[in-house]
T-cell receptor
Framework: EAQVTQNPRYLITVTGKKLTVTCSQN?????MSWYRQDPGLGLRQIYY?????VTDKGDVPEGYKVSRKEKRNFPLILESPSPNQTSLYFC????WGQGSHNEQFFGPGTRLTVL | GESVGLHLPTLSVQEGDNSIINCAYS??????FIWYKQESGKGPQFIID?????DKRQGQRVTVLLNKTVKHLSLQIAATQPGDSAVYFC????????????FGTGTRLQVTL
């Protein structure tokens, strides 16, 4: 089944404790992206990757890191989480990064709480 | 700054009626628009898209209308069913950029029996 998977689905952690949220897609997509979703603000892009070893900042990259060593994986790293990073996180992928008719497939989401 | 927004945060519709969800966008350089559906506890799911050189596109029970003159996008759902209950987002992509989408805040559709 073609899908985007994220782990963990739920995480409660404390301020300053490094964590990684994994994202994997099995559709051979070039483009991958991370979003956070907060009430009243909608989905905001954190980082995106056009292809392996190519990453770039989105709208709200502060406090996050990403890597794209393999085409299928795009982990989101919080080196020192803070309470304002409590949010619902979504990973998404699409076949390529340019052009229209380029549907993005979303993962199921990761609910992160930073105490 | 440029933004994508929605007129109504919650829409209540009776089963079998048609639903219309509206979206206003402000970036005249946007060339691609998408509607997503997000059910509780799930990620957004693609419904239908439209390019800026079109003003209407139809899918199965859904139609998207684009009015570039007033920068307005709408999603019409025919014969609304209980399974249509969800939050609906519009999103836009600016011409010449990568697949970066700007999302609206969402409209909750509630289908009553």
């Amino acid at each position: 089944e073609a899908q985007v998977t994220q782990n963990p689905r739920y995480l409660i952690t404390v301020t300053g404790k490094k964590l990684t949220v994994t994202c994997s897609q099995n559709m051979n997509h070039e483009y991958m992206s991370w979003y956070r979703q907060d009430p009243g603000l909608g989905l905001r892009q954190i980082y995106y990757s056009m292809n392996v070893e190519v990453t770039d900042k989105g709208d709200v990259p502060e406090g996050y890191k990403v890597s794209r060593k393999e085409k299928r994986n795009f982990p989101l790293i919080l080196e020192s989480p803070s309470p304002n990073q409590t949010s619902l996180y979504f990973c998404a992928s699409s076949l390529w990064g340019q052009g229209s008719h380029n549907e993005q497939f979303f993962g199921p989401g990761t609910r992160l709480t930073v105490l | 700054g440029e933004s994508v927004g929605l007129h109504l945060p919650t829409l209540s519709v009776q089963e079998g009626d048609n639903s219309i969800i509206n979206c206003a966008y402000s970036n005249s350089a946007s060339d691609y628009f998408i509607w997503y559906k997000q059910e509780s506890g799930k990620g957004p799911q693609f419904i239908i898209d439209i390019r800026s050189n079109m003003d209407k596109r139809q899918g199965q029970r859904v139609t998207v209308l684009l009015n570039k003159t007033v920068k307005h996008l709408s999603l019409q759902i025919a014969a609304t069913q209980p399974g249509d209950s969800a939050v609906y987002f519009c999103a836009e992509k600016t011409a010449g950029t990568a697949s970066k989408l700007t999302f609206g805040t969402g409209t909750r559709l509630q289908v009553t029996l």
